[in-house]
Protein backbone atom coordinates (compact mmCIF):
# COMPACT_ATOMS: atom_id res chain seq x y z
CA UNK A 1 0.00 0.00 0.00
CA UNK A 2 1.64 3.40 -0.67
CA UNK A 3 1.43 6.69 1.27
CA UNK A 4 1.88 10.00 0.67
CA UNK A 5 2.35 11.81 4.00
CA UNK A 6 2.90 15.65 4.01
CA UNK A 7 3.89 18.07 6.39
CA UNK A 8 4.82 21.47 6.93
CA UNK A 9 1.92 23.59 6.55
CA UNK A 10 0.66 26.86 8.57
CA UNK A 11 -0.23 30.07 9.07
CA UNK A 12 2.18 32.61 8.02
CA UNK A 13 1.63 36.74 7.15
CA UNK A 14 2.09 38.56 3.69
CA UNK A 15 6.12 37.96 2.53
CA UNK A 16 6.80 35.21 4.69
CA UNK A 17 8.11 31.21 3.98
CA UNK A 18 7.32 28.25 4.48
CA UNK A 19 8.33 24.80 3.54
CA UNK A 20 6.12 21.88 2.65
CA UNK A 21 7.46 18.02 2.32
CA UNK A 22 5.81 14.62 1.52
CA UNK A 23 7.12 11.18 1.80
CA UNK A 24 5.94 8.20 -0.26
CA UNK A 25 5.97 5.01 1.46
CA UNK A 26 5.47 1.56 0.03
CA UNK A 27 7.65 -1.07 -0.67
CA UNK A 28 6.80 -2.48 -3.99
CA UNK A 29 6.65 1.56 -5.12
CA UNK A 30 8.90 2.94 -7.56
CA UNK A 31 9.01 6.77 -7.63
CA UNK A 32 8.42 8.86 -11.06
CA UNK A 33 7.01 12.12 -11.41
CA UNK A 34 6.51 14.31 -7.69
CA UNK A 35 4.23 17.30 -7.94
CA UNK A 36 2.48 20.02 -5.98
CA UNK A 37 -0.99 20.80 -6.42
CA UNK A 38 -3.37 22.99 -4.24
CA UNK A 39 -6.56 24.57 -4.40
CA UNK A 40 -8.35 27.50 -2.84
CA UNK A 41 -11.77 27.43 -1.88
CA UNK A 42 -14.54 27.66 -4.77
CA UNK A 43 -11.49 27.22 -7.15
CA UNK A 44 -10.07 24.31 -9.05
CA UNK A 45 -7.25 22.55 -8.10
CA UNK A 46 -4.15 23.44 -9.77
CA UNK A 47 -1.17 22.70 -10.23
CA UNK A 48 1.91 24.81 -8.52
CA UNK A 49 5.21 22.64 -9.26
CA UNK A 50 6.16 19.09 -10.81
CA UNK A 51 9.90 17.43 -10.22
CA UNK A 52 10.90 14.48 -12.68
CA UNK A 53 13.10 11.65 -10.74
CA UNK A 54 16.24 13.52 -12.68
CA UNK A 55 15.43 16.36 -10.79
CA UNK A 56 14.01 18.51 -14.18
CA UNK A 57 11.25 20.83 -12.71
CA UNK A 58 8.16 23.16 -14.22
CA UNK A 59 6.14 25.23 -11.88
CA UNK A 60 3.18 27.63 -12.74
CA UNK A 61 4.03 31.69 -13.87
CA UNK A 62 2.19 32.36 -10.40
CA UNK A 63 5.23 31.14 -8.11
CA UNK A 64 7.91 31.07 -10.78
CA UNK A 65 10.55 33.02 -9.05
CA UNK A 66 9.05 32.50 -5.38
CA UNK A 67 8.61 28.62 -5.35
CA UNK A 68 10.99 26.10 -5.43
CA UNK A 69 10.71 22.40 -5.53
CA UNK A 70 13.24 19.76 -4.79
CA UNK A 71 13.15 16.13 -3.89
CA UNK A 72 15.32 13.78 -2.31
CA UNK A 73 15.26 10.42 -4.25
CA UNK A 74 17.13 8.07 -1.69
CA UNK A 75 14.27 9.46 0.84
CA UNK A 76 11.06 9.33 -1.80
CA UNK A 77 10.98 12.92 -0.25
CA UNK A 78 9.45 16.19 -1.83
CA UNK A 79 9.83 19.50 -0.66
CA UNK A 80 8.28 23.09 -1.74
CA UNK A 81 10.30 25.99 -0.62
CA UNK A 82 7.83 28.70 -0.70
CA UNK A 83 9.10 32.36 0.15
CA UNK A 84 7.38 35.84 -1.01
CA UNK A 85 4.19 34.37 0.40
CA UNK A 86 0.83 36.03 -0.85
CA UNK A 87 -2.75 35.89 0.53
CA UNK A 88 -3.87 34.35 -2.83
CA UNK A 89 -1.48 31.55 -1.88
CA UNK A 90 -3.41 30.83 0.91
CA UNK A 91 -4.92 26.92 -0.11
CA UNK A 92 -4.64 23.17 0.62
CA UNK A 93 -2.05 21.73 -0.89
CA UNK A 94 -1.67 17.96 -2.12
CA UNK A 95 1.02 15.72 -2.82
CA UNK A 96 1.14 13.94 -6.16
CA UNK A 97 3.26 11.16 -6.48
CA UNK A 98 3.51 8.60 -9.87
CA UNK A 99 5.42 5.56 -10.54
CA UNK A 100 5.13 1.57 -10.87
CA UNK A 101 3.64 0.01 -7.31
CA UNK A 102 3.55 -3.69 -8.02
CA UNK A 103 3.67 -3.93 -12.11
CA UNK A 104 1.29 -1.50 -13.01
CA UNK A 105 1.47 2.93 -13.14
CA UNK A 106 -0.30 4.56 -10.83
CA UNK A 107 -0.88 8.13 -9.27
CA UNK A 108 -1.19 8.89 -5.64
CA UNK A 109 -2.65 11.64 -3.75
CA UNK A 110 -1.59 12.87 0.07
CA UNK A 111 -4.17 14.44 2.17
CA UNK A 112 -3.13 17.83 1.76
CA UNK A 113 -1.71 20.33 4.11
CA UNK A 114 -3.44 23.74 4.54
CA UNK A 115 -1.32 27.13 3.90
CA UNK A 116 -3.06 30.39 4.99
CA UNK A 117 -1.50 33.16 4.25
CA UNK A 118 -2.53 36.64 6.09
CA UNK A 119 -2.37 40.07 4.89
Known amino acids: QVQLVESGGGLVQTGGSLRLSCTAS????????MCWYRQAPGKQREMVAT???????NSADSVKGRFTISRDNAKNTVYLQMSGLKPEDTAVYYC?????????????WGQGTQVTVSS
Open 51 to 57: ITRGGRT
Open 26 to 33: GSRFSVDN
Open 96 to 108: NAGGINSGTYNIY
